[in-house]
Nanobody, 119 residues
């Protein structure tokens, strides 16, 4: 059973930066593709960024390309989301996600961390 714990959310002004962290425990970190999702107020959850188990392949949704960077530190079993040039529309609860490379139906979620961007 993998446990994911997010941190780093908060209130920031438009144009500012935040770095989210997701610490994983209970599994072999390299066996999981990691991702960040977000759920804006009153809307559904959407994929923001993903990174493969090697850290070499990344994916970003169009609205965050050039502003957000996903990375992973295998020594710390942690995945990060560096968010720069934040916009009010980035306001959401951000969730960390882990998908098993060996068994894709094995999916884990963190509890979420709230990001609020003021204009």
């Amino acid at each position: 059973q993998v446990k994911l714990v997010e941190s780093g959310g908060g209130l920031v002004q438009a144009g500012g930066s935040l770095r989210l962290s997701c610490a994983a425990s209970g599994g072999i970190f390299s066996n999981y593709r990691m991702g960040w999702f977000r759920q804006p107020p009153g809307k559904g959850r959407e994929s923001v960024a993903r990174i493969d188990w090697t850290g070499a392949i990344t994916y970003y949704t169009d609205s965050v390309k050039g502003r957000f960077t996903i990375s992973r530190d295998s020594a710390k079993n942690t995945v990060y989301l560096q968010m720069n040039s934040l916009k009010p529309e980035d306001t959401a609860v951000y969730y960390c996600n882990a998908v098993s490379v060996l068994r894709p139906q094995e999916i884990y979620w963190g509890q979420g961390t709230e990001v609020t961007v003021s204009s």
